[in-house]
């Protein structure tokens, strides 16, 4: 009998270190896995035109690569006037790299992921463009789908996301101060989007965050 109420005190405390430890456990596991999470590079088709995305190197080299390598026609950057490398901005950086003036659309007022969306897509409409394939760097393609996919909706539109490298290490994110600082940015941006902060202000409201943790 006493060995039967020992056995049943064992269990009832395996238990409940189970239910202690489990939420610790998943808690570790997603945060080694956070990383994995936010790069994105989907196979890319044959496309009518490549959204190139302004904010990161690498961006336009890795669209300018697709266009040589015959996946569409046209690049349309969004933000064209941002700086893109030595070069110069976006525009000045597709031609040096051998891109055709007249294989280059632009638009020029885009702050943030949202606005690339939202002021590409009247023009994919009037070029009566059908796809595209949108190229940021690979820590942001996670993001990027995101809101692509809910400003494109219904639009008849296809899209095809595929990242820059851009030098994130997404398998060991905590290892330096860039990737930290990249992992940090894209969740607090990614839960801000996700509770209707786009544009400019949810910039401004990040920048807030980073210099409270900061204190």
């Known amino acids: 009998m006493t060995h039967l109420i020992s056995k049943t005190k064992l269990g009832k405390r395996r238990k409940r270190m189970l239910f202690l430890y489990l939420p610790l456990l998943l808690i570790i596991v997603l945060l080694l896995c956070a990383g994995r999470f936010l790069p994105i590079s ?12 302004s ?9 300018v690569q697709l ?3 015959g996946y569409a026609p046209q690049l349309l950057l969004s933000n064209v006037k941002e700086n893109a490398g030595p070069s110069g901005n976006m525009r000045q950086t597709s031609l040096s790299l051998g891109i055709p003036e007249g294989a280059i659309l632009a638009e020029n007022a885009a702050q943030s992921t949202y606005q690339n969306a939202q002021f590409t897509l009247p023009i994919m409409k009037q070029q009566g463009f059908k796809s595209a394939i949108v190229v940021s760097s690979d820590f942001h393609m996670r993001r990027v789908k995101f809101i692509f996919d809910h400003v494109y909706k219904d639009s008849g539109i296809e899209l ?3 990242g820059a490298d851009s030098g994130y ?3 060991a994110w905590w290892s ?9 940015n894209e969740y607090t941006k990614m839960i ?3 509770l209707g902060y786009n544009g400019p202000e949810a910039k401004s409201s990040l920048e807030q965050i980073k210099r409270w943790f900061r204190r």
């Open 42 to 53: 989907e196979s890319p088709g044959q496309a009518d035109v490549l959204i190139i995305l």
């Open 55 to 63: 904010g990161g190197g690498g961006r336009v080299e890795q669209g």
């Open 67 to 69: 266009f040589q390598e």
């Open 160 to 162: 095809t996301y595929v």
């Open 169 to 171: 290490n997404a398998k």
């Open 176 to 184: 330096d101060r860039y990737s930290r600082e990249t992992t940090f």
């Open 192 to 194: 801000g989007n996700a």
